[in-house]
Every structure is written in structure tokens, then in C-alpha cells.
């Protein structure tokens, strides 16, 4: 093996192991403090510790898969909630100057579970996704047990028997 077929290896597995430390399992819930959508202040780690299984949809106004996925996960929601103790955070990553979007719309949806403003993309970065929709299923520990990008029509099912198996139904 020639110096450059080493050194292409090596980088190769830097690169592997790296990417497998960061997209590992088990990864704590950052505590990271965004606004709820009435002004107030609370911080993310605070709802893996509240003993129930959360999933966080991260999306945006401008985003049309992400209100769909949550237009859709809508409809599941109240048997997540009884059936599995689930609760669901919809994080919008609209900047500051699209919060009135983000109220109006909401309001308009009628949506019954917790929305939140990551406006300056605080949360984002620690958690270093690029694009919505993102989602992430929380253990009852406060642990990241499964991440998605992207969604089609029906990740939501998918995405309920990871509730189903993390709760043990």
C-alpha cells in the first residue's frame, strides 16, 4: 500500500468513527433555553426529566413536509399521550422576525401540544442538524433514542412503534 492509499484509509476511518460519535444514541438532551410562544423562557433539558417520552419535531412556517408531519402526527397525538405517556415539543426555527407567523399559524391549526422558538437557532446548532423536519425521539431519561430527517407520508407510523417499543406496549 503506497503512502497515499494510507493516508486515504486513515482519514477514511477518522472520518467513520467520527461520524458514529456524533450521530451515537444515547445523547443527553442539551440544556439549551428557548422561548415558549407566550415569551417565557424554560430550557429543553427540563422536559426529558419530566418522565415522559418526548418527541421533538423541529420545523418551520416555510417548511410545507413539516406542517405536514405535524398535521399529521395531530391526529395520533391524544392516543400517544394516553397510551404511551408521550408528549410533543414542535420547535420552530422561524428567525425573530417570523414569531407573529409561527403565533398565527399555530392558533389556526389549533395544534395541543407544546410550541417553542428556537428564533436565534441556538438549539439547532448544538444539536448540528441542517434542515427541517427534524425529529427526535427522548427516552424518559432525558436520552436522544432515534433522530429523523426529512418526512414522507406515514413516518409518523413508523415513528409511533419507536414510542411503542420505548414504552414497552
Not at 410533543?88 to 392558533?107: C, E, F, G, M
Request: a neutral charge; hydrophobic letters at 35%.
Amino acid at each position: 500500500m503506497n503512502a497515499i492509499s494510507k493516508r486515504f484509509c486513515l482519514v477514511f476511518m477518522l472520518c467513520v468513527v467520527g461520524l458514529s460519535l456524533s450521530f451515537g444514541q444515547n445523547q443527553m438532551l442539551p440544556d439549551v433555553k428557548i422561548k415558549k410562544l407566550d415569551g417565557s423562557t424554560v430550557s429543553l433539558s427540563s422536559y426529558g426529566k419530566n418522565g415522559k417520552i418526548t418527541v421533538i419535531s423541529f420545523w418551520a412556517t416555510w417548511c410545507s413536509p413539516c406542517k405536514k408531519e405535524l398535521s399529521n402526527i395531530t391526529e395520533l397525538y391524544p392516543e400517544w399521550q394516553s397510551k404511551y405517556n408521550a408528549e410533543l415539543l414542535a420547535i420552530s426555527i422561524d428567525d425573530t422576525r417570523n414569531i407573529a407567523k409561527v403565533k398565527s399559524y399555530v392558533a389556526g391549526e389549533g395544534w395541543e401540544y407544546e410550541v417553542l422558538l428556537d428564533s436565534n437557532q441556538d438549539l439547532k446548532r448544538e444539536l448540528s442538524f441542517q434542515t427541517v423536519p427534524y425529529t427526535l425521539l427522548v427516552n424518559t431519561e432525558g436520552k436522544v433514542v432515534y433522530k429523523h430527517t426529512g418526512y414522507v407520508e406515514g413516518d409518523e407510523f413508523e415513528l409511533e412503534d419507536k414510542i411503542m417499543k420505548l414504552a414497552n406496549k
